[in-house]
């Protein structure tokens, strides 16, 4: 059973930054593609960033300059390194994996979800 356990998320103050991490573990992640989404209050769930298991990684064109996502398959783990947050980056940001190459950014296209961790950014 693959599991997903972020980590990272903090009250940070704005032009702040913060890297996000993501654990799996019970997959062969190399094989996997990994995404980033974030969810605020209302809203639906925001893709991010995704990477895949060869480091191909393509962006939401909102965060491209300001976030970089990365990979670690030794480690099993994926990297959010946001830079520059802004009070609107405020949300809870979850890791995603799903089988194969294709880097998709629906969120209902991923089979495993982490738990989430709370990034609030203050003005």
């Known amino acids: 059973q693959v599991q997903l356990v972020e980590s990272g998320g903090a009250l940070v103050q704005a032009g702040g930054s913060l890297r996000l991490s993501c654990a799996a573990s019970g997959g062969t992640f190399r094989t996997y593609i990994m995404g980033w989404f974030r969810q605020s209050p209302g809203r639906e769930r925001e893709f991010v960033a995704v990477i895949s298991g060869t480091g191909n990684t393509y962006y939401a064109d909102s965060m491209k300059g300001r976030f970089t996502i990365s990979g670690d398959n030794a480690k099993n783990t994926v990297y959010l390194q946001m830079n520059n947050l802004k009070p609107e980056d405020t949300a809870v940001y979850y890791c995603?994996?799903?089988?194969?190459?294709?880097?998709?950014?629906?969120?209902?296209?991923?089979?495993?979800w982490g738990q989430g961790t709370q990034v609030t950014v203050s003005s």
């Open positions: 995603a994996a799903r089988r194969g190459e294709i880097l998709y950014t629906g969120p209902g296209i991923y089979d495993y």
